[in-house]
């Protein structure tokens, strides 16, 4: 995998204390929300563990020894979630999801993915679109599977696919 | 002896040397403004000459166009001040500074989100030199120089800092001092600042470190970092070269 591309805030110290000008604080929190954005599409993560965020590399710079504090990082989680790019999994707010893409650009990614290879009238498990041979170097390939029922539910809604489930598994077919 | 008045002849002689000497004078002040007139006419011609013969280098070199610069100003004549004269004519000298004048402006802009409005002037540079394209000549700290002393005509939109050996170009109103700058300088060498070091380095007064550190925090130019110790530390991010090629 390339290295991610780490934004100079993340070398910069005072980037993992809240900064008290208001101003200055906007821009921090804009940088943070991206750079939370960015890393997460890297890694290919959809859910991110807050307890586990605590100590990763996102939000613990080891060479410089700084840390965003967890109150800090309730402040970033929260203003991702005010611009609809987060979604608590849970009333106590451990874990989260990151919604870097929309369900409604994802459908349409694979929309264009299946209309590419003529797919279109065949039906396909989920499985096949998410973790199959044929999508590996696509960019939803490893998608989290509850933003893939979503991307599909969304190409439903325009009439584009539909969603089903048989003996237990679910699938898709596109039109 | 009697003394006698003057007689008539006397004054009539008088008056009419006078006259000559007025005549002469005139007429010696009129043959030198001719010859000042021919000697800067020559003088025009030559430095036309110069110009129009070192143009290429002019507009290549910014070494030579620092000697141009200075020569220029050493006999009172400055290329840059009419945009419509024969120097910019010859030279294009006039639209090189104008135009780097309008790429210093955006890379202030486009960089002051994360500056705060201050940068350095090698970044400066560099941002300039990218933004102009891998082809175009050379930029020279004093070309920028040159250039934001001709913005400054916009009114007091810019200003340059010594800061150290090296320059700070402000881009946002707001004065600085010159607690400000020393206080900067001292972050450029250690990279940071804290309260107790500056009392300590510079013999300052508790209270004329705060104000100084306070102002720089709040006019956005300065962030603060509680993780470096027990004591809280300043950094400023127009001191942290930026490699960035991209304007933002």
């Known amino acids: 995998m390339v290295d991610f591309d780490w934004p100079w805030q993340y070398k910069f110290p005072p980037f993992f204390t809240i900064q008290p000008n208001i101003e200055t604080f906007k821009k921090q929190l804009e940088a943070w929300c991206s750079l939370v954005l960015d890393y997460q599409r890297h890694i290919k993560q959809y859910t991110l563990d807050v307890t586990e965020a605590q100590n990763s590399e996102l939000f613990y710079n080891k060479q410089l020894n700084r840390r965003l504090s967890l109150e800090a990082i309730y402040v970033v989680l929260d203003e991702l979630k005010r611009r609809g790019n987060l979604e608590w999994k849970d009333k106590s707010k451990k874990s989260c999801t990151l919604i870097w893409r929309t369900p409604a650009e994802w459908g349409k990614i694979i929309y264009n993915w299946i209309c590419s290879r003529a797919m279109n009238n065949t039906v396909c498990t989920l499985f096949e679109l998410s973790d199959g041979e044929d999508s590996e170097g696509q960019e939803f390939h490893g998608l989290d599977k509850e933003i893939l029922i979503r991307a599909l539910k969304s190409l439903e809604s325009e009439g584009k696919a539909e969603f089903m489930v048989f003996d237990g598994s679910e699938g898709v077919k596109f039109f | ?248």
């Not at chain 2, 020279?140 to 002393?149: A, G, H, N």
């Not at chain 2, 804290?194 to 508790?206: A, C, D, K």
Request: net charge neutral; glycine share 8%; charged share 25%.
């Open chain 2, 1 to 248: 002896m009697s003394r006698r008045p003057a007689g008539i002849a006397a004054i009539k002689n008088k008056n009419l040397a006078q006259a000559k000497y007025k005549d002469k004078g005139s007429e010696l002040a009129e043959s030198q403004f001719v010859q000042m007139g021919q000697q800067m006419e020559m003088f025009k011609n030559n430095l036309e000459d110069f110009a129009a013969k070192h143009r290429e280098d002019i507009r290549k070199d910014p070494e030579f166009r620092l000697q141009f610069q200075e020569m220029c100003a050493s006999i009172g004549v400055d290329p840059l001040a009419s945009s419509k004269g024969f120097w910019a004519k010859m030279l294009g000298v006039g639209d090189f500074y104008y135009e780097l004048g309008i790429q210093i402006v955006e890379v202030c802009l486009a960089t002051s989100k994360r500056n705060g409005g201050l940068i350095s002037i090698e970044d400066l540079r560099r941002k300039v030199e990218a933004s102009r394209g891998r082809n175009s000549q050379q930029i020279s700290i004093d070309d920028l120089l040159q250039s934001i002393k001709k913005l400054k005509i916009l009114g007091n939109g810019f200003s340059v800092h010594k800061v150290g050996n090296s320059f700070l170009v402000q881009s946002i109103p707001g004065e600085l001092t010159l607690d400000h700058t020393v206080v900067l300088q001292q972050a450029q060498e250690h990279g940071h600042v804290t309260l107790s070091g500056l009392i300590q380095t510079l013999n300052w007064e508790e209270s004329r470190g705060k104000r100084a550190l306070d102002f720089l925090v709040k006019e956005c130019l300065g962030w603060v970092d509680d993780q470096s110790g027990a004591e809280r530390s300043y950094w400023f991010p127009s001191l942290i070269p930026d490699f960035t090629t991209t304007l933002t």
